[in-house]
């Protein structure tokens, strides 16, 4: 099936430092969502991606729609203590599909 | 701020038993959705719903599920008979013509 890899893996950054992500598909999206996760909760969508090249900003936040169709990324400026959390990309499977993948996931770990 | 809820937050049930996840989405979303997360593994999709029917379904949604809108506001998730592997976060979600789905909380399914 469709997989969505996303690196880092993991990331350990000290607070104020900028953090950069990003999600790779061996398949073309159309749309390109980023979740992010606290133990035990529900994702939370932080910025939704609709067209290629898009360049969206939600706060500290900022993600792009990969030009090839197939990557998108995410970056954290300036990170703070509830930064901290797992990221996730999602995207339908399918153009007009419901059916949402999601990533691998990124946890990010802020060092005191 | 508009949100999804669900409840119950942690359902413990015997195997064979049947249970109810309730959801209650965000009020003038048109589609619905219901995914899982096995500790410590990606979110899955389970099923989409629109138009007061199912849309779009998952190989893990066999016939043990069943999924229901009773009335305006509600959004239902049945397993008929619970097995071990059906241990896991429920999530509900939901959204409106465009956009990407919000999720709700989550209600942890423990089967023993």
Request: proline fraction near 5%; include cysteine; glycine fraction near 8%.
């Amino acid at each position: 099936g469709q997989q969505l890899n996303q690196s880092p893996q993991s990331m350990f950054i000290q607070e104020g430092e900028d953090v950069s992500m990003n999600c790779t598909s061996s398949s073309i999206f159309n749309t390109w969502l980023w979740y992010k996760q606290d133990p035990g909760e529900g994702p939370v969508l932080l910025i939704a991606l609709y067209k290629a090249g898009e360049l969206t900003s939600n706060g500290r936040l900022t993600a792009q729609f990969g030009i090839t169709r197939k990557d998108s990324f995410l970056n954290i400026s300036a990170s703070i203590p509830s930064d901290v959390g797992i990221y996730f990309c999602a995207g339908p499977v399918n153009f007009g599909n419901e059916k949402l993948t999601f990533g691998t996931g990124t946890r990010l770990t802020i060092i005191p | 701020e508009p949100e999804v809820t669900q409840t119950p937050s942690h359902q413990v049930t015997q195997m064979g038993q049947e249970v109810i996840l309730r959801c209650v989405p965000i009020s003038n979303h048109l589609y619905f959705y219901w995914y899982r997360q096995i500790l410590g593994q990606k979110v899955e999709f389970l099923v989409s719903f629109y138009n007061n029917e199912i849309s779009e379904k998952s190989e893990i949604f066999d016939d043990q599920f069943s999924v229901e809108r009773p009335d305006g506001s509600n959004f239902t998730l049945k397993i008929r008979s619970t097995k071990l592997e059906d241990s896991a976060m429920y999530f509900c979600a939901s959204r409106e013509t465009s956009g990407g789905p919000y999720f709700g909380p989550g209600t942890r399914l423990t089967v023993t």
